[in-house]
């Protein structure tokens, strides 16, 4: 498509204003238990990293490896069903997408959970390591 303005008269011309909102609710749900895990695990990860780990360092960069893996592991179905309901043509409905992944619900529930687990992995190593380098 040439421009915004034409994305914006195809989205309504196939879905209707709804259409404008696909994918708001996983979003949305993402987003709340993104804040209510992220605390305890900045807090209670380093914790008990540092019972095993004696090193800021190493343990830091194990604390940046562990909460991306919980993190990624909660997202990641959630990102790929606001991205099923963002990508379809059609108005679809949450049955619709259960009965089109139920072949194999993990893999498809986790598919691109690799470069979501990297993105978080290197943002959260970065920050601690800043973090460490700057305290």
């Given at each position: 498509m040439?421009?915004?303005?034409?994305?914006v008269r195809e989205i309504y011309g196939t879905k209707g204003i709804k259409g404008f909102y696909a994918g708001a609710l996983p979003n949305y749900i993402r987003c709340l238990l993104k804040n209510s895990y992220?605390?305890?695990v900045m807090v209670g990860v380093p914790k008990a990293l540092g019972k095993k780990i004696n090193d800021d360092?190493?343990?830091?960069?194990?604390?940046?490896?562990?909460?991306?893996?919980?993190e990624a592991s909660i997202t990641c179905p959630l990102e790929r069903t606001k991205v099923y309901f963002m990508t379809q043509r059609d108005s679809t409905s949450?049955?619709?997408?259960f009965k089109a992944i139920n072949q194999d619900r993990f893999n498809e529930l986790f598919r691109g959970f690799t470069?979501?687990?990297m993105r978080q992995?290197?943002?959260w190593t970065l920050l601690?390591?800043?973090d460490f380098i700057v305290k």
């Open positions: 040439k421009n915004e303005l034409q994305i992220k605390y305890p360092k190493v343990r830091k960069f194990f604390t940046g490896l562990v909460i991306a893996l919980i949450y049955s619709k997408f470069p979501l687990f992995f290197l943002s601690l390591q800043t």
